[in-house]
């Protein structure tokens, strides 16, 4: 695999801004494309000379910065080769993932509900004899499964049934064997911006055509998402508490989505609602949803809702890549949606403690952020005054944090002036991370070298 100059040129963005001097910036930005998965593991970077023509920088800088990552053990040492990227020995073995000494601010998710999901564990091992004599592939899902999320469905109020539901390994999943089976490359994908990475990385990796409408601070453009739908293969959206900034789309622009193509809405978020009436499923649109957000992320079971016909469709292409969902997960799972308002009223209480935690912190250590209050979900989106978000997200773990970088959630750059900062994690963490995090933000802004300042208390 390689990126070409100009791919490489866009994700690095406006790698001018900040402080200190280019050729550090430089290799401080790609060394945070690889670790958090934007450029994938064995690629072979550009040559010096092509890079600097696509930059407008010097050879040298580029030359300087390569040698950076060498010495680092980011980029392979082959003579007369072409830069590999690479996790050195010792550092993190999977990019995006944070080292045992990191505070990860780069996932959006909570803890497991303890003591219902081994309740539901238990519960499932009860009825695993059942399944035992059988050959234990379901390329749809359990039966069981699938009505429990279709009545889920049904009491949000769209009415389901279980023929409608595809169960899987959770919700990335699912988006990625719609897209496989119903997309070709070179078809247009339209998308709100930013959006979820992981699905961008889906569209990219299918070879789509990403057209991003931006969404602002008063929700989404509909109109600007009719126009560009118009020959487009899918719309991708996520109405329901919008990763990464926590936006919920109203009724009344449900009500007006008229799309040509496919509209493709994911729903992992449309438990969490904080402040306002859970939202209503979108009618017409193949749904997408999982266990990931509302319970715990370990529990990777995810489902997609859709007509019928789609739902065989994909059965049956799922078979070229796996066979099937774990027995035993499934199980579990149905336990947990037939409890889950037992369940919820707990997590949601604590997500809202955790929320008022980190914006007050945010107050206190950043005060010249710009944060809102989401209506639900499980984190903010939070606009620096200056477009260092990935120069930020660099140097914060020298300062003892895992961050994601605010051009992670966009195409061509974009968002440099942002960060999401999930309120996922308990106090004593969540404290010591916004404490790093603003230490970080410092030594960016004074153009100390991160691998020379000190680090941030962790507690």
């Known amino acids: 695999m390689h990126t070409s100059s100009h791919n490489l040129a866009r994700l690095l963005g406006d790698f001018s801004a900040g402080p200190g001097p280019a050729h550090r910036r430089l290799s401080d930005l790609v060394r945070l494309l690889i670790l958090d998965g934007r450029l994938p593991l064995d690629t072979a970077l550009p040559g010096e000379r092509d890079l ?78 059942r399944y035992l004599p059988r050959h234990g592939y379901n390329p749809a899902g359990l039966p069981e499964l699938r009505e429990a999320v279709a009545r889920r469905y049904t009491d949000r109020g769209l009415p389901t049934d279980p023929a409608q539901i595809l169960v899987t390994n959770g919700a990335q999943h699912a988006f990625s064997l719609l897209v496989r089976t119903t997309v070709r490359p070179r078809d247009r994908v339209v998308t709100e911006h930013p959006s979820y990475p992981h699905a961008l990385g889906v569209l990219r990796t299918a070879g ?4 991003p409408v931006a969404l602002t ?37 449900r009500s007006r989505l008229r799309l040509d193509g496919r ?5 992992t978020m449309s438990e969490l609602a904080l402040d306002t009436p859970p939202p209503t499923p979108i009618s017409g649109a193949v749904s997408i949803g999982s266990a990931a957000k509302t319970f715990w992320g370990g529990l990777r079971i995810g489902w997609l809702r859709g007509d019928r016909a789609l739902v065989r469709q994909l059965a049956q292409a799922r078979a070229g890549t796996d066979l099937g969902t774990p027995v035993v997960e499934q199980l579990a799972c149905a336990e947990l949606l ?21 914006l007050g912190l945010v107050a206190e250590h950043l ?20 477009p260092v978000s990935s120069a930020l997200a660099a140097v914060a773990p020298q300062f003892g944090v895992h961050l994601a970088a605010g051009p ?10 942002f960060v999401r900062l999930p ?26 070298r991160a691998d020379t300042a000190p680090a941030a208390p962790l507690a």
Not at 208 to 211: A, M, S
Not at 263 to 267: A, I, N, Q, S
Not at 339 to 358: H, N, T
Not at 436 to 444: E, K
Request: glycine share 10%.
């Open 423 to 448: 309120y996922t994690l308990a106090a004593e963490p969540m404290t010591a991370g916004i404490r790093g995090i603003a230490a970080a933000l410092s030594a960016v802004r004074s153009g100390r």
């Open 217 to 253: 601070e008063d929700g989404w453009n509909v109109d600007g998402l009719v126009e560009a739908a118009r020959g487009a293969a899918m719309t991708f959206l996520i109405p329901d508490f919008h990763n990464p900034t926590g936006q919920v789309m109203s009724e009344v622009d």
């Open 367 to 386: 005060p010249d952020w710009t944060v809102g209050r989401p209506l639900g979900g499980l984190s903010v989106w939070a606009r620096l005054p200056e």
């Open 263 to 267: 509209l493709v809405v994911d729903e």
């Open 208 to 211: 789509c055509r990403i057209t």
């Open 408 to 417: 992670r959630f966009g195409v061509g750059g974009a968002f440099e002036r």
């Open 52 to 129: 600097a023509a696509a930059l407008g920088i010097s050879r040298t800088t580029v030359s300087t910065a390569y040698a950076t990552l060498r010495e680092q053990g980011y980029l392979s040492t082959r003579d007369r080769a072409r830069g590999r990227t690479r996790v050195p020995p010792g550092k993190q073995e999977d990019p995006g993932v944070a080292g045992p000494d990191l505070i990860d601010f780069s996932h959006a998710a909570s803890p497991a509900p303890g003591e219902a999901l081994h309740r539901a564990y238990t519960r499932a091992l009860d009825r695993l004899p």
């Open 338 to 358: 037939g409890e889950i308002d037992q369940v919820l009223p707990g997590r949601l209480a604590e997500l809202r403690e955790r929320r008022a935690l980190l």
